[in-house]
């Protein structure tokens, strides 16, 4: 067989989706894909049902259907505090995946620098890689994930075409200030460089925290490109509903590289997702509310057991420190990615290893995540107390 490339060697398939693959063979609770165990909004299944035989079912517009892309500027108008034109300056893609993807493949010659914040989502490191950039880690330092300004300088300074913001931040819950956020930007402004943004989680934002879109602060909108997804603000992750906003001579760019990735995202999706789109600023908040009562649910449940665990400032993901369990002799040597594999098998609650998150070497964290109906959360906090017995 001819070899195949050299960029395939270089990372590894999606850790997230694998401990899900284990988690379904075992039957144990998945806590480690972030996507709900409850429905989506009867208004946006009920579209949809009329869609199933009303259409469209043929292909859209390659870059989106248009009342989409119409629902979506109005939208994300707000968000960003400006007039977004549907027409030049949206891209509708297959999911936030292929949004960053499209973003990266856009802007990235090969041999270019990127910055990715350690922890990351594990697809930046690949989506640079598959562009044919070259990554630059900056490290988030715990508790906090408080990053060093200098070291951003420095990564411009060495030349990186941009910098990958995800904000609120998978894995690590981190809200990025207005403060920090204008930091990178004028540094951005300074070395004529992109910022990146993933805003996926844009709705999930617990207080006394607020989220600021990077494209709405002064300057930065000719230097962002702000990739989103519908799949966990509508809890719809199975329908891959994403998108870019961006300049016009980006957006026209994009538009060229989405077309050849994959044509188009599903028709009759995006004709009943507009409904959602289209929600009263009601719905937002219900919905945080519904996010800050499981997450306060859930850490109050670690809590009672005694796990270590930090605080997310948004999202729906929690880091659990595993260190005390690594130590003990039966687990001398694991790696957390064994220890999660262990926890499937023996405890019955799939995690993520936290070393898929992290440039560093980071072997005692993994992540949960709560996006789960009280009921399963209960069983999942009932079968996480075993790991406490292992203390005894």
Not at 177 to 205: C, N, P, W
Not at 257 to 275: N, R
Request: with cysteine; aromatic share 10%.
């Amino acid at each position: 067989m001819p070899k195949l490339s050299n960029r395939v060697n270089t990372f590894t398939d999606s850790v997230i989706r694998r401990m899900t693959r284990i988690s379904d063979e075992y039957g144990a609770i998945n806590l480690s894909q972030g996507f709900p165990d409850f429905d989506p909004p009867k208004e946006i299944l009920d579209e949809l049902a009329k869609v199933a035989y009303q259409g469209p079912h043929q292909y859209s517009v390659t870059f989106g259907a248009e009342n989409f892309r119409e629902a979506l500027a109005a939208k994300q108008g707000k968000a960003i505090g400006r007039s977004i034109d549907p027409e030049e300056e949206i891209v509708v893609t297959c999911g936030g995946t292929e949004a960053m993807m499209c973003a990266m493949m856009t802007i990235c010659n090969p041999g270019d620098k990127v910055m990715v914040f350690s922890p990351f989502y594990e697809n930046y490191g690949a989506d640079a890689i598959l562009s044919g950039a070259d990554p630059i880690y900056i490290p988030l330092v715990p508790p906090e994930y408080n990053f060093d300004i200098q070291l951003i300088e420095k990564g411009f300074q060495q030349g990186a075409k941009a910098i990958i913001v995800c904000n609120p931040s998978n894995p690590c819950g981190k809200v990025f200030s207005r403060e920090e956020l204008v930091q990178i930007g004028e540094l951005a402004v300074k070395y004529d460089a992109f910022v990146v943004t993933d805003e996926v989680y844009e709705h999930m934002v617990y207080a006394p925290y607020q989220h600021t879109c990077m494209a709405s602060l002064p300057g930065m909108y000719e230097h962002t490109i702000t990739c989103n997804s519908l799949s966990k603000t509508y809890s719809i992750t199975g329908w891959r509903l994403g998108y870019l906003i961006g300049p016009k001579e980006v957006i026209e760019a994009a538009k060229k590289v989405h077309d050849f990735l994959t044509v188009g995202a599903a028709a009759p999706l995006q004709e009943a997702a507009t409904v959602g789109l289209k929600f009263p600023e009601s719905y937002y908040e219900e919905l945080l509310k519904t996010y800050t009562k499981k997450r306060e649910y859930f850490l109050k449940g670690l809590d009672e057991i005694g796990l270590k665990h930090n605080i997310p400032q948004g999202t729906y993901f929690v880091l659990i420190d595993i260190q005390e369990f690594l130590d003990l002799p039966q687990f001398h040597g694991w790696t957390d990615l064994e220890f999660c594999e262990w926890m499937i098998k023996n405890i019955g609650v799939a995690a993520v290893p936290g070393s898929s998150f992290f440039k560093e070497e980071v072997n005692h964290l993994i992540r949960l995540h709560f996006a789960r109906e009280e009921k399963t959360i209960d069983e999942a906090l009932e079968r996480l107390k075993k790991l406490q017995e292992l203390l005894k």
